[in-house]
């Protein structure tokens, strides 16, 4: 059951980042160029998501999951260097591709050599991930 539920959930969710044109490189492109050809129209799509996952956190906290095991806790609301240097690198990738990992995926089915590298450089990134995270985290308890 909890597999069909993630099936059917991770399609809505795909379904939605295409026709919400979070998948259009050039529609990303110009909802980050505030100072250029500004698209404001995923300001939208992003409340669209916000609000009602806002309400989702609100009621979750009386309630268990329908598939079993626990709700997840909130995030520690704490600015630290992880989180800076994440949502950077993030956010430069973002900017310089026009696309983060959910559409990428949902924008499989397009091809094209783009997707593909993309996708290839996603998946290095996630290996190569933990032994940075852990020089880094060397690197600093060393000073």
Do not use: Y
Not at 18 to 46: C, N, R
């Amino acid at each position: 059951m909890r597999n069909i539920l993630g099936f059917i959930s991770g399609g809505m969710f795909g379904a939605g980042l295409v026709i919400s044109g979070m998948t259009d490189t050039e529609k990303v492109q110009g909802w980050l160029d505030v100072f250029g050809a500004w698209d404001p129209t995923l300001a939208f799509v992003m409340g669209g998501a916000i609000i009602p996952m806002a309400i989702a956190w609100h009621m979750s906290k009386r309630r268990t999951p329908l598939v079993g095991g626990s709700f997840p806790t909130l995030a520690d609301p704490k600015l630290g260097r992880n989180l800076v240097l994440g949502s950077v690198m993030f956010g430069m990738g973002w900017g310089l591709v026009g696309l983060c990992p959910g559409p990428t995926v949902a924008s499989i089915g397009f091809g094209g050599w783009a997707n593909g590298l993309f996708i290839s450089a996603m998946i290095a990134g996630i290996a190569l991930a933990p032994n940075v995270r852990q020089r880094l985290d060397v690197s600093v308890d060393a000073q």
